[in-house]
């Protein structure tokens, strides 16, 4: 593969990669579809837009919007002009905002009009720098501080030139949750969406031009971004995008009524699809190929899907640090209950705590990665990066065991994170939340498998008074708390009320012993 020359820029690449494909189409979204044509002037107006609002080079813009066609216009138009988006979850509350506002020191944000109200809520509590919102599908009348996004492109020519990047240069952020402390400004360089592409979308997944792509992950996520941007963009393909929560309605909805022939989905996806009654017939859909990431694929949840379908599931795991999938089962060879095998270019090693001794096969060890698309760093933060980034290797906070047959099988978390649903949850922080409600003492969470063997938040509560308590009113009473106070994805699903928590001589809570107690 050939590897990015002194002078690139992402963006820049893809519209030269798809300059003779005008007439095709790029994405489809809920109003309607562009054209690889269509796609390359709006960049372009993007690009030249930002610039005649003041921004410039290596600045910082927020992405906060919904999945459309706007998102990737958004992202490489800002790329295009070497300005640097930070795409962020839009499942956040405005006090997670306002701190990415301050911490990226955002000069503008094109946010969705559906998200708009959070936005503005976050800019009223932040020492922000933004110069400008811009409003893609508005649902409200603008202030007059607001610019609405056609408006916006329509206000000057396209931009003529890409900024002269290199591939080390900063592209875009994204921000990765860890246990403990606030979310991480990943920073990615203009060559690693790239990379991810090649190796991963390209020649591991074999998604080529007449592909029809469809992610259930949103772009705002790592594993999205790749499969509804970098991985059909790259090749000419078709993204389908969607901007509602991806039920099994929806997506049901989209296979069957725009025949994609790629599907990206998580775990806890994949078992709502398969227990929906509503689950389209093979002869209704046009899938070719299915990926998984996010958790651990259970085999059982893999089988029953290729068995409705004749199509494999092929599962994987990757990173926000490292872009995408590292470690993936490969079509054609998939051995179900495994992550498969490192994805050709990228390199994995199991190591002992200590950092450095490597582990045998068939014995639990820390993962760690080497690959073309890590980030670069974690933007002010020297102690995580130290801690993540050593050398050429990357840690993942994942274990692994290696097995005899060269593949690599999951085997939890090397910190406290769960991942819920596809999604990092902490632990702590839904403690912290849980214990400022007036009822509670004290809280401890764990991840519990439910019955198709995908984790669920369970939450154990030590109440200050639990005299007279209607544990189900409660139960519900404190859900919607977590939900008030947190990106309601957050909240437990299972409650439990206890006199006490497990705790060792000196007072720390022993969550070991309570997953011990959920598994007896
Ligand atoms: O969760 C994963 O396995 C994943 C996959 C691709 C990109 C990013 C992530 C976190």
């Not at 610039?51 to 992202?75: H, K, N, T, Y």
């Not at 274990?399 to 005899?404: C, E, G």
């Amino acid at each position: 593969i050939e590897a990015p020359g002194d002078s690139f820029n992402f963006a820049q690449h893809l519209i030269e990669r798809n300059a003779n494909r005008t007439e095709n189409i790029a994405c489809i979204d809920d109003y309607g579809s562009l054209s690889y044509g269509g796609l390359s002037e709006r960049i372009r107006e993007v690009a030249a837009g930002l610039r005649q609002l003041g921004i410039r080079r290596e600045e910082r813009v927020l992405l906060l919007m919904q999945d459309c066609a706007d998102w990737p216009v958004s992202f490489l138009g800002a790329m295009y002009a070497g300005i640097v988006p930070v795409a962020i979850n839009t499942l956040l509350t405005a006090d997670d905002y306002a701190y990415m506002l301050e911490h990226s020191r955002a000069q503008a944000v094109l946010v969705s009009g559906a998200l708009l109200p959070t936005l503005t809520a976050a800019m009223t509590r932040s020492d922000h720098e933004l110069q400008k919102v811009i409003v893609s599908h508005p649902e409200a009348p603008l202030h007059p501080s607001e610019i609405e996004f056609e408006a916006f492109l329509e206000s000057c020519p396209p931009a003529r030139k890409a900024a002269p990047t290199c591939g080390d240069d900063p592209g875009f952020w994204l921000y990765s949750s860890g246990s403990t402390g606030r979310p991480k400004g990943t920073i990615h360089t203009h060559a690693n969406p790239y990379w991810t592409a090649e190796l991963y979308g390209t020649r591991s997944l074999g998604i080529q031009e007449n592909d029809i792509c469809f992610s259930a992950a949103k772009l705002f996520f790592a594993y999205g971004l790749g499969n509804g941007l970098s991985f059909p963009f790259s090749v000419g393909a078709t993204a389908l995008l969607m901007a509602e929560r991806p039920t099994p309605d929806a997506v049901f909805k989209r296979l069957t009524d725009h025949q994609p022939t790629v599907f990206f989905g998580a775990p806890t996806g994949y078992a709502g699809m398969l227990a929906s009654p509503n689950l389209p017939a093979p002869d209704q859909i046009a899938l070719r190929l299915a990926s998984s990431a996010g958790e651990a694929l259970p085999a059982d949840l893999g089988q029953r899907f290729t068995q409705q379908y004749g199509v494999e599931i092929i599962d994987g795991i990757g990173s926000t640090e490292m872009l995408h999938i590292f470690l993936s089962n490969i079509p054609g060879d998939v051995r179900y209950g495994t992550t498969g095998w490192p994805v050709p270019g990228y390199e994995v090693e199991l190591r002992d705590e200590d950092g450095y001794t490597t582990i045998p096969d068939g014995e639990p060890g820390d993962l760690y990665i080497k690959g073309p698309s890590a980030a670069t760093m974690y933007w002010n933060n020297r102690d995580k990066t130290r801690d993540t980034f050593q050398g050429g290797w990357v840690k993942s906070g994942d274990k692994y065991i290696h097995n005899t047959d060269g593949t690599y099988t999951y085997s939890g978390r090397s910190d406290d994170m769960l991942k819920v649903s596809g999604i990092y949850v902490s632990p702590f922080e839904i403690e912290a939340t849980l214990i400022q409600h007036p009822a509670v003492l004290e809280a401890a969470v764990i991840g519990k498998e439910d019955a198709e063997g995908l984790t669920k938040t369970k939450a154990f509560i030590v109440l200050k008074d639990a005299s007279n308590v209607n544990e189900d009113t409660l139960r519900a009473e404190l859900k919607t708390f977590v939900k008030d106070h947190l990106a309601p994805y957050k909240y437990p699903r299972f409650m439990e009320f206890v006199e006490e928590l497990p705790k060792t001589a000196t007072g720390k809570i022993q969550r070991f012993k309570l997953r011990q107690q959920e598994q007896s």
